[in-house]
């Protein structure tokens, strides 16, 4: 595999640029107690196990946070980063559900205030950055998803998915169901 420069990679081409991409996670923590492919893959594993017969979920859940590996330091525009790159080559579902990942954490803290105290601290730093609560317009919007359902499972794994040593499959796991997706898409 050859490395994309981050700041050139505005949609991802093949297969092997995702993993490109999420090999390049590791080198970010984002201020977690676990690196950035970790979180990604604990994400996508709990997803595997949650929804089994949903692989653009579990995809969904394994790219969730690839933009901010793509632009880094820009938790605000991170999840619309992600979405842009995979929508091309993985569809249009599994871009709409990575745009929608931060929206569904401003949701269930707008809805629960409970759910707050689910959130990592770094997480609570980007939830004020990403616009807080939910303002009614907004609410109606997401409420407008259809595949809102989907997109608060795959909040709920986020948030649980930040536990250091956790067992999971690795990247190479993910190859045949990324490229079973990939090519319709392509």
């Not at 093949?14 to 893959?41: P, W």
């Not at 820009?74 to 992600?82: I, K, L």
């Not at 080559?89 to 269930?108: E, I, M, P």
Request: charged share 25%.
């Amino acid at each position: 595999m050859t490395a994309v420069p981050r700041s050139s990679l505005t949609a991802f081409r093949s297969v092997d640029e995702v993993f490109d991409a999420l090999e390049a996670s590791a080198a970010e923590g984002d201020d977690e107690r676990v690196d950035l492919r970790s979180h990604q893959l604990q994400c996508a594993a709990i997803l595997e196990r949650v929804a089994p017969n949903d692989p653009e979920l579990q995809v969904a859940g394994l790219l969730h946070d690839v933009g901010t590996v793509l632009a880094p330091g820009r938790p605000e525009t991170h999840a619309r980063t992600g979405a842009d790159a995979v929508a091309g080559l993985l569809g249009a579902r599994v871009a709409g559900l990575v745009a929608h990942h931060d929206q569904a954490k401003r949701y269930l803290v707008t809805i629960d205030p409970r759910y707050r105290h689910r959130l990592s601290p770094r997480s609570l730093e980007t939830l004020r950055l990403q616009g807080g609560l939910l303002d009614p317009e907004e609410r109606a919007a997401l409420l407008d998803y259809p595949d809102l359902d989907a997109c608060l499972t795959l909040r709920r794994a986020d948030d649980a998915a930040k536990a250091p040593g956790a067992r999971v499959p690795g990247l190479g796991y993910w190859r045949r169901t990324l490229e079973a997706l990939a090519r319709p898409a392509a």
